[in-house]
């Protein structure tokens, strides 16, 4: 027992030295979102990011952002330093977070430097904050959370400016931290006017008149940044742009002056929605869901272990550590008050919420996070007696990694996805004429919407800069809508400064197949397949010419990762293109080989070829005992597969009794 003692005392201790929280804190982000580190990669935008940087000049990336945020600098520098590597740029906004919840935990330490255990537990929250859910999104946000980083930082150095007898040097600091921030995205830019209120907590001992006339000296120059930034914002750059499609428009104030009742009234209902959502709802969001949890899942019990194990060992850590007893949790109230309010006005203004119920809305929680979880901190000081406080705190510290655990290995699975369905495409088509449109329908994964989809197809197949022409656009149903089906009809796109321009015609259709079936690079040859679905309308404009069959291109390992084992659909994707060829010999080879490797067909579909090369080179009995395993896989190509037989009849050297009998197998009319 003493030995444990002993322990104990060495961990808390170690946990009590100047890197002891730090370093635990880090621990806990590695732990909620990088523990499948390796099995990581792009979603969402951070395609554009990996194309703009990789494929693009740095004109046409400065002209893409000066749509809606202009000063994009921190994409080209870390592409710079990091390449092209999924995996660090993971590592690279996890660490931007880190530092910026550290830089937050420091200034506040500079202003309640009794309270520490409270506001490492409010650190540990804002690692894990469940009302932001996109963090998975890692090169689209490092700009975000450089801005986030920033912000703390120059916090922190206000705080040092007051504390320290260098004021002059931490007030420059603080004063360009602070302008770099605000102009590298807005996100944080409402959190600028909670620095007078920090500043006045600062100097809480001089008397009244003294300490509003320190306080508004001190903010002065950083009341200038900001009201230049909101001049620059809202008045002066949408001068400069010919579109005001994606410039974020300050919408509020639009409507006050139209309806200003119906305004402020909607704005309020806003507010109180996202507060309630942001302080409390949050936390329970995933466990009070049914549709998203699992619990015959191993993922989930594996969340909720990490979850338990990490929440028990903060409670431990933080242990018998001293807590004043004088106005912490009021001023932390209306610290965090002012905060939460600050933080959600660049979200409020242009009538966005977080609670919108959009796909992207949660983002919006980046901004109110400081502010909520110092409110929450300060609830649980107010209203909670001192023994509780831990338990109540390591509650929601483990549901915050539950949640984040959870939507990792979402994001995870995905990945698998993803480059299965890109390693699949280049087995079947090693490469691409530019100028093709891919015609699929669906998108390949539900966090890869199209225009981030072209935009990995030009980095799966282009090695040289694209200028502003992109070499080509996955088209989905919605995208179609604005497509006429008609062969030499444009098919068209533009994204931005980014356009595409093709024609119907000019196209490939590739049908996304879930696991475990395989991906279809389809023409009239699959036509009446019922896997197809309105995909098979599709059929007649796919153009299978376009693939360049000899191309010995490959897919950028660096940002598909490495080539997956060879398994079925392998075999599949190569067959099918020997097919295309009219290798005849080549396909049935395929086949062999897949069957020797212990590898069966999952669709029906993916057996036609085999049946096609059988036919083709005069192997009836083979053709149709294929044709019988085609049927026993997938009934509804009964109709597809009489079509191909009647057509067999015509085949020089065709066995008439052969074919009679297939047909006759298959109930053919």
Known sequence: MSFLRTLSDRFQRAYRSRWGFPLFLLLVGFLAYLYPLLQLGYFWDDWEVVYLTRLATPRILEEYFFFDRPLAWPYPVYAALLGAQPYLWHLLTLVLRWLGTLCFYQALVQLWPKNRSALQWGGLLMMVYPAFLQQMIATAFSRHFTAFMLCGLSFYFTALALRTNRPKLFWILAWVTGAAQIFTIEYFAGLELVRPVFIWLLLGNLPFKERLKQTSLRWLPFLGVFLAFGWWRVVYYPTLLVTQEFVSRTRFLTDLQAAPFGAIAHLLESIWLDFAYLIGQNWLSLVTDPER??????????????AAVLAFLAVFLTRQQDESADS???QAFWLGLTAFFAGGIPVWIIGRQVTGGGAFDQRFAIGPMFGAILLIVAFINILVQPHWRPWLFAFLLAMGIFTQVHLVNFYRREWVNQRNYFWQLSWRA???????????????????????????????YADK???????????????????????????GAAFRNLKFHGFVGQSVMV?????????????????????????????????LSLIETGSTHQPPQAIFGSEPAKSWCYYYQKADLARQLSRWDEVIQRYQQAASAGFTPVQGGEILPLLEAYARTGQWEQARQTSQQVIALAAELQPNLCAKWSGYASLPAADSAIIAQAKSDLACP
């Not at 004429?433 to 980095?459: E, K, N």
């Not at 656009?473 to 098919?491: E, I, N, P, R």
């Not at 879930?514 to 059929?539: E, T």
């Open 293 to 306: 949890m699992d619990f015959v899942a191993l993922s989930t019990w594996f969340g909720l272990a990490l």
């Open 328 to 330: 912490f949790g009021t």
């Open 430 to 460: 090693p490469g691409i004429l530019p100028g093709t449109a891919i015609f699929a329908g669906y998108v390949p994964s539900p966090v890869l919407p199209d225009y981030d989809a072209s935009f990995a197809l030009a980095l799966l």
């Open 465 to 491: 800069n694209t200028d502003r022409q992109l070499p080509y656009w996955y088209f989905t149903w919605d995208g179609m809508k604005y497509v006429k089906l008609k062969a030499g009809a444009q098919a």
């Open 511 to 543: 049908m996304y197949q879930p696991a475990p079936g395989c991906i279809r690079v389809a023409d009239g040859f699959y036509a009446g397949d019922p896997a197809l679905g309105p995909q098979n309308n599709l059929l007649g404009y796919s153009d």
